[in-house]
């Protein structure tokens, strides 16, 4: 009886690439401007979107908060003056959230994106160690963290104004003290941006 034979080589590989588990789960994180969306989006094309996606911890939180308000979702998720306008608001709504079940959010972008039958996930913004501890206690072994780096200079150069409020808030400083990271990459104006792109799609093979 089929129900009955001992696994053969065909069932095995079906359970290894089950649609519940990824083979690899990247955990991205920089302060504002350090290039996240930038390597992410990069990686993602090089991937491709057969096997990856990108999974944004804050597009839950977003939604959310542009269906109570009426707002304008694809303006919150962009990069302009709107996101920055309710950004403080939305912010604390999440912390709010986070604080009874860290959780929350994690569980709610895996399921907003469709990740479950992808095998490599790109989580691009990834702010507290809460965050890092959901996924590697829920995950394990497949999770690498990265951390994306660059001189307030660039980031300057880039577009990034100290906002006091913002860039003094857990969301961008919680990460701040970790030194344990997978993957450090220097993502200034000189970067060899095809070397970082080498370095973490070996870690995808
Ligand atoms: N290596 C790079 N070469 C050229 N441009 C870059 C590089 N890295 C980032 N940029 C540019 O810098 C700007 C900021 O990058 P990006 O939006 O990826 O930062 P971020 O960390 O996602 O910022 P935020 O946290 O504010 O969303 C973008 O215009 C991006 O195209």
Redo the contacts with the bound molecule.
């Keep these: 009886m089929a129900t009955d034979r001992t696994l053969d080589a065909r069932d095995v590989t079906k359970i290894a690439s089950s649609p519940t588990k990824p083979a690899r789960i990247f955990l991205f994180s ?1 302060k ?8 992410t989006d990069i990686l993602y094309n090089r991937i491709g979107s057969q096997r990856g996606t990108i999974i944004r911890l804050s597009g839950p939180i977003k939604s959310h908060w542009a269906k109570s308000l009426g707002l304008d979702i694809d303006q919150l998720l962009g ?1 302009g003056e709107y996101k920055e306008k309710y950004r403080l608001e939305m912010v604390k709504w999440g912390e709010d959230m986070r604080r009874k079940d860290y959780g929350y959010f994690c569980r709610a972008a895996i399921d907003m994106c469709n990740a479950r039958d992808k095998s490599v996930w790109i989580i691009s913004d990834v702010r507290r160690k809460t965050d890092v501890k959901w996924f590697i206690e829920n995950f394990g072994d497949a999770c690498r963290t990265v951390r ?1 780096v660059c001189p307030e200079e660039v980031r300057q150069k ?2 990034w104004v100290y906002t006091p409020g913002i860039d003094d808030s857990e969301t961008e400083c919680d990460l701040d003290d970790v030194d344990n990271w997978d993957v450090v990459l220097e ?1 200034d104006d000189d ?1 060899d ?1 095809e070397a970082m792109l080498r370095q973490l799609l070996g870690l995808v093979s």
Excluded at 32 to 39: N, V
């Design positions: 920089g504002r401007k350090s290039g996240k969306d930038y390597i990069h994306i880039r577009g993502n970067s941006v």
